[in-house]
């Protein structure tokens, strides 16, 4: 177990130590595909498909699709036009 390393100490061989430009840009990546994971797995929920989401939030099919495979840099206000259509509310929590 003593050289076993940890997942922050793999990050940062990677992407550079927390808070490097390299590593915030990772993190970001990756918070953009979970939060993505998230939408698409309300939508499956509520089976629906990827062009019924698109048709209630004015969008092409294609543009949910690359969403989904994190092949877009989702803004804030594209992950609150989804969520509403979903039904799905959001709290901001700061501290």
């Known amino acids: 177990m003593k050289g076993l390393r940890t997942g922050n100490q793999h990050l940062s061989e990677k992407y550079g130590s927390e808070g490097s430009v390299a590593r915030n840009e990772f993190e970001a990546r990756a918070k953009a595909y979970y939060y993505a994971e ?4 309300q939508r499956k929920l509520q089976k629906m498909t990827q062009q019924q989401l698109a048709d209630k939030i004015g969008k092409k099919r294609e543009f949910i699709s690359n969403i989904e495979r994190g092949n877009s840099d989702m ?19 700061v501290g």
Do not use: C, D, H
């Not at 998230?38 to 797995?41: Q, T």
């Open 75 to 93: 803004q804030l206000s594209t992950f609150m036009l989804i969520s509403n259509a979903l039904g799905l509310r959001f709290s901001l929590v």
């Open 38 to 41: 998230l939408l698409k797995e």
